[in-house]
């Protein structure tokens, strides 16, 4: 057998077979795609992906591939968590469908320390560009790890760089205060050798101040910058805390444009959220913003303008996070053709493709041949630095976008490299095996093939004499398995690619007001997949809704009202002949804006469990509906089962219950019927504001422990939710006596705040779990089939899929509940209102739809615009939701002339007539 096969490798014939004898889809490079498209670091993860998914797209289905070769790319989720990514790595490291990996990017610091060892091992390649061990540059010690592009040391040596160029040279830095603000992690210390060493060498002063993770709160660290008067600043943050670094910043009088940032702190989603506070700051930039490269043109062309794109929102077509991702992805892309250079158009393994990396060069010219000239600086990576680059533009933030200052600054190689040989060796001695191979230059063979033209070392002689002979019998081992996968590969047929539905006018349209980016974006982002695996559910399995199918497209608001009435605007009128029966707009913010546009053009807007509640009187707000449970309800059903577990309604008498509220319309929301309720059963009602975001809840709390209430309702959202719990932990009120409203309930909301949230109690609609009947069908349909929009399926029946699920039920509930009126076909806006003012979901509607236990019963009329009003309560036991309630039910009749006063008042401010609803 042996033989047959080498004689068929020789003769070159049918087995390894060039590009021009395979096809695109009969061999493909397998690429696995670590992301964290959930968790804190979702809002730039998410243009992360796009970015490099684009580009690996234009590359297959533009370029035909890389020589011929596909590549075949895969997302696994890790949240930014070096445990999840060491998980993912293990499972991906034996390759795919045949082909092996030849690289392994780790996206995240953490990782990289984490799989080093991991890595070195089993031979693969640790790629992450602007981050990892900086030490690993030096190839001698580190052959299968890649800091690629611009080190932290480099990243150091360049801001002080750009400082000396500001101040009128490198002699002026003496006596000046330099301050790094930095996330005290591996990621943020990374810098401090580096600084130690150019303040020696410039003679300035260095000040590290630390910020512990998540940087919520930073007013200790901006107090002391406050004190100390530094010159500049140096921020090293990642995530919220560079937003919050840069707004504590401007409170406490230290200027935007003396702050530099550095690489991870430079992108939209690092300074959008700090507002006017961001004007002027500045950042490190290896890959600037931008849209006008020519990459950029090719991608618009050929991706965005073809629909093609992964992108969420074209706006941020060109945004600092999207550049990422496409610059990672061209990396990959240049080491892999290096590689089929050497040895043959076919997937390569790790060994090959760490010398692809350390062979790599990409110069001026191949820069304007692949159109990255000025967001890519030239690169060459040799078997001695893995770096290759070292530079970085700088731009400044102008309050819209960024805009580039300089051209490449490169950093102080020359200083910082015996540090980094010093590191390197340092951990050597940490690790006998790897130094050892250091100090006697036995990383011969892993840093340059047999061949290459250099001597191997006398003492070597016989090794690597042993070496070639092993190397020849591994290089025809492994053109043997390459010509058995390509027989595989040809005799297996190509998958067949999903496309989402062509919307046209026998289809009904449901827009997706979705918030990707942002805040928001790590619950946003299992909202939408639950939404979409409901609708591809319903058009592939069930066949449409009476046969006619849903096409949907997202829009992203950012959870802004400017951004939603955009959405709004662009979808109002449908897609392609495919009306728009309601519009969820996704958020309080973009609900108050649009009531009375959404009136004019007669569109209902549909606000599940959020929004204005008075607009449950239809009489005054026939197109708006906050279904399924108001604020108002909310606070009663939490009044109603504090009650319960006091032991009924006339033990609240005395009681302290308090509100901690987002100072928003959505969390003042509650302020009227808890002040009702309160007069109602003799409970002491105490209300606390937290402002936007609410990453700092200290004096909250403070007065929460001073008023000494019986039971907390926390009312707040997204990253205030987890500070408020370690918080009140941290002020010892218990958990277990916290009760929060339906968007402080989710898994993004008690995960980050760790042990504190353990008993921690919330309210929702749409309760957590996986083990109701729609699931089983989705995971049967849909998740087990490939087809989930859900980037990890350990997300399947979270709080927030399960609200995406609830909202598309509605979405073709209404269409269902209009087509037995006007007939199966595609549904207006008037006929959707009809349809939701009789919308009625009883026992049996629920069992067909698998929903039971999920959705409560609703019926509503054109008197009543929220048909529900009640809840489930669950518990986090610091694993999971378990639920500890039935459904508990608002005192609505308490409630209604309350609602109906504040209808009434807005009728008589606004000048509306209160329609008629006879017995509609």
């Known amino acids: 057998m042996k033989k047959l096969i080498i004689a068929a490798l020789l003769a070159g014939g049918a087995f390894v077979a060039s590009p021009a004898t395979l096809n695109a889809a009969d061999v493909s490079q397998y690429i696995p795609l670590p992301t964290y498209r959930v968790g804190a670091y979702a809002s730039s993860g998410e243009l992360w992906w796009a970015g490099e998914r684009d580009y690996f797209r234009y590359i297959n289905e533009v370029e035909g591939g890389i020589d011929g070769i596909k590549l075949n790319y895969e997302e696994f989720e890790t949240e930014w968590s070096p445990d999840r990514t060491v998980e993912v790595y293990e499972r991906v490291k034996g ?76 002699d002026k830095l003496k006596g000046l205060k330099i301050a790094t603000v930095y996330h005290d992690s591996a990621y943020g210390r990374a810098t401090q050798p580096a600084v130690d060493l150019l303040a020696k060498k410039y003679g300035f002063e260095n000040i590290q101040i630390p910020v512990a993770d998540p940087g919520n709160e930073q007013s200790p660290q901006w107090r002391q910058v406050h004190e100390l008067k530094p010159d500049w600043v140096f921020l090293r943050t990642w995530g919220v805390s560079t937003v919050v670094g840069i707004k504590t910043a401007a409170r406490f009088g230290f200027p935007a444009d003396h702050i530099i940032g550095d690489v991870w702190a ?95 060069t990409i110069d001026e010219n191949r820069l304007k041949e692949i159109g990255f000239v000025g967001l890519l600086q030239p ?163 069930e066949g449409g809704i009476n046969g006619v199918k849903i096409a949907w497209q997202e829009c992203e608001t950012e959870w802004t009202a400017e951004k939603g009435i955009e959405c709004y605007e662009r979808f109002k009128h449908g897609l392609n002949g495919a009306p728009v029966a309601a519009y969820f707009p996704n958020g309080a913010p973009a609900a108050y804006a649009l009531s009375d546009r959404a009136a004019a053009d007669k569109i209902p807007l549909v606000t599940l469990a959020y929004g204005r509640t008075e607009a449950t009187d239809g009489r005054v707000f026939p197109y708006i509906f906050p279904v399924m449970v108001t604020f108002y309800s909310e606070a009663s059903a939490v009044v109603n089962y504090v009650a319960e577990r006091e032991g009924g309604f006339d033990k609240l008498k005395g009681k302290k219950i308090a509100t901690v509220y987002h100072d928003s319309a959505y969390g003042r929301e509650t302020l009227d019927p808890l002040a009702l309720l309160a007069k109602k059963y003799g409970f002491e009602n105490i209300q606390i504001p937290v402002a936007d975001p609410g990453s700092e809840q200290s004096s909250q709390w403070r007065q929460v422990r001073e008023a000494k209430p019986d039971w907390v309702f926390l009312r707040t959202w997204g990253v205030s939710t987890p500070v408020a719990i370690k918080t009140a932990v941290r002020f010892g009120f218990p958990a ?126 054109p008197a009543d615009h929220e048909g529900g009003g009640a809840v489930r309560v669950q518990q986090w036991n610091g694993s999971k939701w378990s639920l500890v309630s039935d459904w508990v039910q608002a005192d609505r009749t308490t409630l209604r002339p309350l609602i109906d006063a504040k209808s009434e008042a807005y009728a008589k401010e606004h000048g509306i007539t209160p329609r008629d609803i006879g017995s509609n």
């Not at 540059?137 to 150091?156: E, H």
């Not at 989402?500 to 805040?519: C, E, H, L, N, T």
């Not at 309760?767 to 699931?775: E, M, R, S």
């Open 95 to 170: 390759g795919k469908d045949g082909s092996p990996i030849a690289f392994f990017f780790t996206h995240g610091t953490p990782a990289t320390y984490a799989l080093l060892e991991k890595a070195a091992a089993d031979k693969i390649p640790l790629i992450d560009p602007a981050g990892g061990r900086t030490e690993s540059i030096d190839g001698r010690v580190f052959p299968y790890a890649f800091p690629l592009l611009f080190s932290y040391y480099s990243q150091a040596s360049t801001g002080i760089n750009y400082i000396a160029s500001k101040v009128g040279g490198f």
């Open 266 to 360: 430079g992108s939209e989603s690092d300074v959008i959220p700090a507002g006017k506070a961001a004007i002027g700051y500045s950042a490190l930039a290896p890959y600037p913003a931008g849209a006008d490269f020519e990459i950029h043109q090719r991608l618009k062309k050929f991706i965005l303008d073809a629909g093609k794109s992964d992108l969420r929102d074209q706006k941020y077509f060109g945004a600092v996070n999207y550049n990422v991702g496409l610059v990672n992805a061209a990396l990959a892309v240049e080491a892999l053709r290096t590689g089929y250079k050497k040895f043959g158009a076919r997937p390569l393994n790790g060994e090959e493709g760490r010398w692809a990396f350390e062979h790599l």
């Open 379 to 541: 690169i060459q990576i040799t078997p001695l630095d893995h770096e290759g680059g070292g530079a970085a533009r700088i731009q400044s933030w102008d309050g819209k976008k960024w805009v580039l200052q300089t051209d490449w600054i490169k950093a102080d190689h020359g200083a910082l490299r015996p540090l980094i040989e010093q590191q390197a060796a340092a951990q050597g001695t940490r690790h006998r095996t790897a130094y050892a191979r250091y100090r006697n230059q036995l990383i011969f063979h892993l840093i340059v093939p047999p061949g290459e033209g250099r001597r191997a070392p006398p003492c070597l002689k016989q090794e690597f004499t042993m070496h070639q002979k092993l190397a020849m019998h591994q290089k025809l081992l492994r053109a043997a398995l390459a010509a058995a996968t390509s027989l595989l590969l040809l005799a297996s047929a190509a998958k067949a690619v999903e496309t989402q539905p062509g919307p046209d006018s026998d289809k009904q349209f449901f827009p997706i007001a979705s918030y990707r980016v942002g805040p928001y974006a790590a619950s946003g982002a299992s909202i939408w997949a639950g939404q979409i695996d409901y609708y591809r559910y319903i058009n592939e399995v």
């Open 736 to 861: 277990d006596h916290i009760i929060g409203d339906v968007w402080a309930s989710s898994e993004e909301d008690v995960i980050p705040a760790g042990e504190a949230a353990k008993g921690y109690l919330a309210l929702t609609p749409y309760p957590a779990g996986a083990d109701f009947k729609i699931h089983e069908r989705l995971k049967k349909d849909i998740i087990d089939a490939g087809k989930s929009d859900l980037r990890d399926t350990k997300a399947f029946g979270s709080v927030y899929y399960n609200s995406g699920l609830v909202g598309a039920l509605l979405s073709a509930e209404i269409v269902r509940q209009a087509q037995a009126k006007f007939g199966n076909r595609p549904i207006t806006g008037e006929e959707g209102q009809w349809a939701l003012e009789h919308l009625k979901l009883d026992d049996a509607a629920l069992e067909r739809a698998g929903f039971r236990g999920l959705v409560q019963n609703l019926q509503l009329t």
